[in-house]
């Protein structure tokens, strides 16, 4: 899912749980519920372009994201905890960056058996968070994105 779909069911949960905690963990387990259900996002197919433009677009997503969840829901939830809420919404993702980043690329899917801890470890991150994920093409998942986020939200209503 986009980081803007993320952020707004995160929004959502804020605004209906007031205990930070417990909105993020709702938040956080939103995330792979979510990214259960096939979708399309500027993920997909990052191997086929440059890293740099991957880096701009997630990084434009989710300071769009973060500015949707505010102006829907800045006026109706506590700043802090609509914060809290939208970065456990995101942090799954953030988390399998690095091994995007620093060690995959087109042709390298996993580390090789001399690669080092690091290595390893965001490899491992990775792995675990794409569990999860289930990809649609464009556009059919760009249509199941909006629809898991509008059942969300009526949830939520």
């Given amino acids: 899912m986009t980081a803007t779909a993320h952020a707004r069911v995160a929004g959502a949960i804020a605004s209906k749980i ?16 979510m990214d259960s259900v096939p979708h399309w996002d500027f993920g997909t197919n990052w191997r086929n372009r440059p890293k740099s433009i991957t880096g701009i677009l997630a990084i434009a997503e989710t300071v769009i994201g973060m500015s949707v969840a505010y102006l829907v829901f800045g006026g109706k939830v506590e700043l802090g905890l609509l914060l809290i809420t939208v970065v456990a919404s995101l942090i799954p993702d953030w988390l399998e960056t690095p091994w995007y980043i620093f060690f995959a690329n087109k042709n390298k899917k996993e580390p090789t058996k ?27 998942g760009v249509i199941t994105q909006v629809a898991t986020v509008a059942f969300f939200l009526l949830l939520l209503r």
């Fill in 18 to 33: 007031p205990d930070p905690l417990a909105a993020a963990a709702l938040a956080l387990a939103s995330h792979f519920i």
């Fill in 114 to 140: 001399n690669a080092g801890f690091l290595e390893k470890l965001c490899f491992n991150i990775y792995k675990t968070e794409n569990v999860f994920h289930t990809k649609a093409s464009f556009p059919f």
